[in-house]
């Protein structure tokens, strides 16, 4: 179903003939609404060039009807007011993250694998996806809106935040965004000066794996920026490192945080660090769904909201 | 068969004086192994602890740290491999005689893939995420799995025999994987935290959750030693076999309760771990010949001490991290399986 829309290749023609022909006629359906509400926006006025990932496209200068494929994308548009039609979501049966207080978003299938036919059907006009998840979707994606890829959806992440503010038609709004972040940032470091105060972020992955996010890291960097220290230690790409529970004592900190689909549930702390509690004086469950997979400006702010509420308990 | 195949391999099976010494020694050196295997899975591990830190904690005292480790993490995982060791062990080798098959799997009757699928509901639609309620769900659906497979192989005429069940497996194994594979990319957030289940792990599994599935697989284990003379029999090709005296429909309903109960048990404790129940009874029939009666202890010897060890690897290879124990024994597993199949003509059943 994903090739509805790719262009055949000579030889496929003629092997299967048949097959492309009800392709086509498919293809045909699939593709020709969206590329006719292309054709027109492209000579309209109403348009901007956006410089991406995959070269420049032509975006409608406000749009109205965007499809977000990475969690940031999301939490940008909605941070800048605007509520995308349609996401890729993290999870089919959690939908879209109730963070993010919007309704009416349609999921389009997983961050991962994006569901075309969904998106299509959605007649989108702005496309916002990821050149190192979504790359192969490229061409096809195009073909039903303009589509702008940002790199990477590794941290750091506020540059993707400034792409995204671009590709929506409101730079300025995005830079204002990320400028309120990184203000309250310096207030709170200013406020509480944990000076010397360390913090670890563990994100509990199954039984043999704890992983630790670095200060590149989306929250690993908010924290950081509120002042706390993260210890120093090996990090892939700066982002994270893994760890057996073997080496838990390795993750102590003055102030433990225990990423939890279920905050309020105790049970959630793996065993590793509830065996060894005399070691983690402060341990506090915080919520995945913005400390790690809501990455952007509103995810920053509860995760802001959260580091205040624990510095201001410790104090 | 001819006659001077059967008279081969009646000497085959009868042994002689030098013969048994030398399994004697063999079984004395897969119990030094076994003993090793054991004290490596002690002493070693991704936290690099002073091996008289860990005889410190043996002896009753040691750091906190190294209690924790050597008694928290260490021990119970060494007896998990231990168990599903032996269990994938026994179950590999009643599969590959009773299927007449080198190269069975004891996933062959669709067990592996029955657990998982079980595991898959549990975490999609019961939001279970605790191991310890997993393994009773995943034992529950390596078990209806197999019933299933029973009574899709032995419909129609005559009782159920091993192409017809082996096919029946792997057709429903691969309906479970398939439910499998959807339920878990619908949702990835929740499946994440399997994914040492999914890989085949042994930390995390404690002592209240092994002690209870003890006496099935001791029970079953000892079941398959019962039934190593009867498969003797079944090798020699069915027809033999009944001129011989041998109980087939109890052979074949026996078999098939020791592999559930095994296959089940080990699935559902430490997830599929690869290999282990095809290479080991290879190994052992290649090493002992092709009388069950050595294959089946020999088996239930070598596959733990091949499965600790594995695990040892897995803790050592990136430490501070690990590498979960069923991806090691792929690793170790897949060459040595193309050593066995180059030398396939050594080790075909007749």
Redesign the interface.
């Known amino acids: 179903m994903l090739s509805e829309c790719d262009p055949p290749l000579p030889q496929r023609v003629l092997a299967w003939s048949i097959a492309t022909a009800v392709g086509a006629t498919l293809a045909l359906a699939g593709c020709a609404p969206t590329s006719q509400a292309d054709a027109p926006s492209g000579t309209a006025a109403g348009t901007h060039p956006v410089e991406h990932a995959r070269g420049t496209a032509e975006v409608p200068a406000a749009p109205q009807r965007v499809v977000a494929l990475e969690p940031v994308e999301l939490d940008t548009a909605v941070a800048l007011g605007i509520t995308p039609v349609g996401a890729a979501v993290?999870?089919?049966?959690?939908g879209v993250p109730d963070y993010l207080g919007v309704n009416g978003v349609q999921p389009v299938g997983?961050v991962?694998?994006p569901d075309l036919e969904a998106i299509a059907a959605l007649k989108p006009d702005l496309i916002l996806g990821t050149e190192a998840r979504h790359s192969k979707l490229y061409e096809q994606l195009s073909a039903i809106a303009p589509t702008v890829f940002m790199q990477t959806q590794a941290d750091p992440w506020q540059e993707n935040v400034l792409l995204i503010g671009a590709a929506l038609g409101q730079p300025d709004d995005a830079k204002a965004l990320l400028d309120g972040f990184n203000e309250r940032c310096d207030r709170i470091a200013e406020e509480f000066d944990v000076h010397g105060k360390t913090v670890n972020l563990i994100r509990p992955?199954?039984?043999?794996?704890l992983s630790l996010y670095g200060p590149t890291s989306f929250a690993g960097s908010a924290l950081e920026c509120a002042g706390l220290t993260i210890p120093a230690r090996e990090w892939e790409d700066g982002l994270q490192?893994?760890?057996?529970?073997?080496?838990?004592?390795?993750a102590t900190a003055d102030y433990v945080l225990v990423t939890s689909?279920d905050p309020a549930d105790d049970a959630t702390i793996p065993?590793a660090i509830t065996?060894?509690r005399?070691?983690f004086p402060s341990v506090t469950l915080v919520d995945?769904s913005y400390w790690v997979s809501g990455v952007g400006p509103k995810g920053g702010d509860l995760v802001l909201d959260e580091i205040e509420a624990i510095l201001e308990t410790e104090r | 068969m001819t006659v001077a195949a059967i008279s081969r391999r009646r000497d085959a099976l009868g042994g002689s004086r030098t013969g048994r010494a030398r399994i004697w020694l063999g079984l004395l050196g897969l119990l030094g192994g076994l003993a090793i295997a054991i004290a490596l899975s002690l002493t070693l591990?991704?936290?690099a602890l002073p091996f008289g830190d860990v005889l410190d904690v043996l002896r009753g005292g040691g750091s906190?740290?190294a209690r924790?480790?050597v008694e928290?993490?260490?021990l119970p995982r060494t007896v998990t491999g231990l168990v599903v060791g032996a269990a994938l062990g026994a179950a590999g080798a009643l599969i590959q005689a009773f299927t007449r098959n080198p190269l069975a799997d004891p996933g062959i009757l669709g067990v592996n893939a029955g657990a998982a699928l079980a595991v898959a509901l549990g975490v999609?639609f019961l939001g279970m995420r605790d191991?310890a309620a997993l393994v009773w769900l995943a034992f529950l659906g390596a078990l209806v799995v197999t019933i299933a497979v029973y009574v899709v192989g032995s419909a129609g005429r005559g009782a159920a025999d091993p192409i017809r069940l082996t096919l029946a497996g792997v057709a429903l194994g691969a309906v479970c994987s398939g439910i499998t594979t959807g339920l878990t990319?619908?949702?990835?957030?929740?499946f994440?935290?399997?994914?040492?289940?999914n890989a085949g792990?042994l930390?995390?599994r404690g002592f209240d959750v092994l002690l209870p599935v003890l006496p099935f697989v001791g029970i079953a284990v000892l079941g398959a030693l019962l039934l190593a003379p009867g498969l003797n029999a079944v090798a020699l090709g069915e027809d033999i076999a009944r001129s011989q005296g041998a109980n087939l429909a109890g052979i074949r309903i026996g078999v098939i309760l020791a592999v559930t109960v095994l296959a089940g048990v080990a699935t559902a404790l430490a997830g599929p771990i690869s290999f282990i129940g095809l290479m080991v009874p290879h190994v052992a029939r290649w090493v002992f010949g092709v009388d069950q009666r050595r294959i089946l202890p020999v088996s239930i010897l070598l596959a733990p001490a091949i499965v600790l060890l594995s695990d040892v690897l897995g803790?050592l290879l990136?430490?501070?991290?690990?590498i979960?124990v069923g991806i090691v024994t792929a690793f170790v597993g897949a060459p040595v399986l193309i050593a066995l199949a180059r030398r396939a003509k050594a080790s075909a059943p007749s």
């Open positions: 993290a999870s089919n049966v959690a997983t991962p694998e992955r199954d039984e043999t794996t490192a893994d760890l057996s529970p073997e080496n838990i004592l390795d689909a065993p065996q060894n005399s070691a995945t | 591990g991704s936290n906190p740290e924790y480790v928290e993490l260490r999609a191991i990319l619908s949702d990835p957030e929740a994440e935290h399997l994914r040492s289940w792990s930390l995390g803790r990136i430490a501070p991290a690990e979960p």
